[in-house]
């Protein structure tokens, strides 16, 4: 999509980085602004993880407005170089993913927001950690069975043991 051809950039592939950047700031920002009217303890982590996604959002739109993107997304760049190419490996799968690519993945945030709503962080997660694992990474079982365990402890322990602070509980909860 955007080519550097004599000195010149063809600024075409800006306009992903820059609906991001500008989603990510807005949502995050929505997020600080609602933790906001929460009560003692459980304001802390939704206003830390918020302001910090606020300000790298911004940060993100910013980067995309001075530097827009050079790669050719005609050719996928070079493979091996590990952590030079990293960014235009991740340029190149952005420009270049089909749009049942890019509805597949909507969907699948979208569907882990409403089962956080319906079912809680608890089940959610790794339910959705099953789901994607499976069918989208074709992960074996036991890897699969083994992460959602992990995040399922990982998650109890950070909220309800050591940070004793309350999740989205889901509609079925007490």
Do not use: C
Request: glycine share 10%; proline share 6%.
């Amino acid at each position: 999509m955007s080519e550097v051809v004599a000195g010149k950039t063809d600024h075409r592939g800006r306009l992903p980085n820059l609906v991001a950047g500008v989603l990510l700031t807005l949502i995050f920002g929505g997020a600080f602004v609602i933790a906001l009217d929460m009560e003692g303890n459980a304001a802390i982590f939704p206003l830390g993880v918020g302001g910090l996604g606020v300000v790298l959002g911004a940060t993100f739109l910013i980067r995309s407005l001075r530097r827009p993107p050079a790669v050719d997304a005609g050719s996928p760049p070079n493979v091996g170089d590990d952590d030079e190419d990293t960014d235009e490996d991740l340029q190149y799968a952005f420009e270049t993913a089909s749009s049942r690519e890019w509805a597949v993945a909507l969907a699948y945030i979208a569907a882990f927001f409403a089962a956080l709503y319906v079912l809680g962080l608890y089940l959610a997660a790794p339910l959705f950690t099953v789901i994607y694992l499976r069918h989208q990474a074709k992960a074996s079982w036991i890897l699969t069975i083994g992460y959602a365990t992990v995040l399922f402890a990982v998650l109890y322990g950070a909220f309800e043991l050591v940070l004793h602070l309350p999740v989205p509980p889901g509609l079925f909860s007490d």
